[in-house]
């Protein structure tokens, strides 16, 4: 049922967008399907935004089908593939792009795992009426494949058992309105105030919650602004974790490896990727009124990442694709798994093997304090600083910086105590 | 003489007791590790290229790793394949080997020896062309690859098997940079076809 539903996602986008929206490129037959096969892969020129999130989400369509058919994380990760792979070989007129089979695959896979989750969290068997709909409703823009096969089941008012991706354990949800003070945010233009919208959400505590199934733990951060519109989304879930010392003690330690999905565009600066990483999560609790802190150390390996350059020299496209490795760190002061002071690095390496010849290092660091002033409303003050250098030759290197501080007006709502 | 060893060697192969007959043994247990060869094909795609390079090469692969459960395995894999007679444009008469080391999941679906396999990894490329009749240049790239494939173990004895296997390998190895030649953003997809022995 669910190879049956990538198929029937294939043909009814190829469809729409061959009878709709009149798309030559979507006028495939045999004779395009037989060219595509016999020459094989290649790298397009679209948009940054098209395939690192636009590809990502489409992927999430086709694990989504997998998941919303009964299977578990690993079973739906060849349908990803397999819907992607498919896709660029009998769906388009265009020859089969190895950057879209790459974002669609794993970004799908990421993406779609945590809007499964998220949808399953936002739905609830239990619930009747209205109140029932509207939650159906608003799970659907994230797992729409998820909504249409329980709605065609007859489970949009169907009373039964939630499924165990439906409660998270421990979980935060902080929502954040305010100022980001940007210099070269808008490209050239020195220092700007722009309007900003910050959502984070935690599912699940990677250092109290016991490693259970992938991404039974995961973190998401949704940045939009008022210039540029959708800025960030980046993604974080846990495929395996072990604890590394007794879960009775105190102090905790638990290594883990993550599936990381990284969005980041706006007008100045274009970064991205798919990546696998494993490090150690700590937390040392620190008297007994949930208070502790917390660290986490990473190395990770960008399966493939795509950066802005100007010197890519691939038509339209203005950024390179590329491999890479890198580390992040981390240290916090938490309360019950809600973060107050955040400081933390992180530094990439992506080799281009699409565009420009080029290394390019990106550096991004920063500190981040959430200051309460009620119950659950807060102060959100941050400074962070994002520095890259490119190497395009032994002599033509690009170095940029682009300082940032934001400024919001938080609201927190968080789960059971972790 | 040759025919007579391979006719002996599949003969052997399917006389070999059929992994249903027994039926609760995991397909690999504990450490593993393949190796084996076998004929490959290449076919090298480019930016800015309006057609793609087609050859063929010898492949040889070994694979080394563990058991998640008695369906799915975790392992390494490294790869490559050669070719001594490979060239951009007809006249070419250099060398190239491609490969990849990859984090491989191997996933026997039932109890027969089928199995299936996908992998994402380091990929590199060596490419090399004569600039005169005594000297060639050489360009190496470094990038990212995925592999997917399918084979089948055959039973020889409790601990050993032969393996076959297909499998497509694509990798992304970078910008070719030579004297005489530059070629971009190469794609180079190699397809195998390879008989293997198994110690599980």
Sequence with gaps: MAVAQVVGINTFVNRVDALVFQGTWARSGTRAWSRNLRLGWEWDEDAFTTNMFAHPYHGGLYFNAGRSNGLDYFEAVPLAFFGSWSWENFGE???????????????????????????????????????????????????????FNRLVRGEWKAIGPNPPEHDPGAYMLRLGAGVRYARQLVADSGLNSIGAFQLDFLYGDQVAQEYRAPFDVFGVRLILSSNGGFNVLRASGRLYATDLNDRAKRARHVLAVNQRYDYMKNR?????????????????????????????IFGDAILLGAIDAPATGLGERNYDFGPGVGARWEFGVDRNGARFVRVFGQLEYIHAVSGAAADHTVDFSGIEANIPIGRSLGLSASSTVFHRNSRYSPTLKDVRDYPEARLLLIWTKAGPKP | MTRAVWV?????????????QRPHRPHRSGLWGEFGGGPGRLRV??????????????????????????????????????????????????????????????????????FVKGGVGLAGGQFTLPSSPTTADTSNGLGTGMTFGAGWDWSISRRFAFTVNVAAYVTAVGDVVLPSRRVDDVIATMYQGSIGFSFR
Excluded at chain 1, 284 to 289: L, V
Aim: aromatic residues 8%; proline residues 4%.
């Design chain 1, 93 to 147: 007129t265009y020859r089969p792009s190895l950057n879209d089979w790459f974002m669609t695959s794993f970004g799908g896979i990421a993406l779609g795992e945590v809007f499964h989750r998220v949808s399953s969290t936002i739905r609830n068997n239990r619930s009747r009426g209205r109140s029932r709909t509207l939650k159906e409703l608003a799970a659907l823009p994230f797992d729409p494949i998820g909504g």
């Design chain 1, 268 to 296: 100045a600066q274009s970064v991205g990727g798919q990546s696998v990483e494993i490090g150690i999560n700590s937390r040392w609790p620190i008297g007994n009124n949930g208070y502790g802190i917390r660290t986490a």
């Design chain 2, 8 to 20: 002996s060697a599949f003969l052997a192969l399917v006389a070999a007791p059929a992994p249903a």
């Design chain 2, 45 to 114: 795609a480019c930016s800015g290229c309006n057609s793609v390079v087609l050859s063929s090469g010898s492949t040889s692969y070994i694979r080394i790793g563990g058991t998640v459960s008695d369906h799915v395995l975790i392992g390494v894999e490294a790869f490559s394949l050669l070719d001594r007679g490979f060239g951009f444009v007809s006249g070419d008469s250099g060398s190239t080997e491609n490969g990849t080391i990859a984090l491989i999941v191997i996933w026997f679906p039932g109890r027969t020896g089928l």
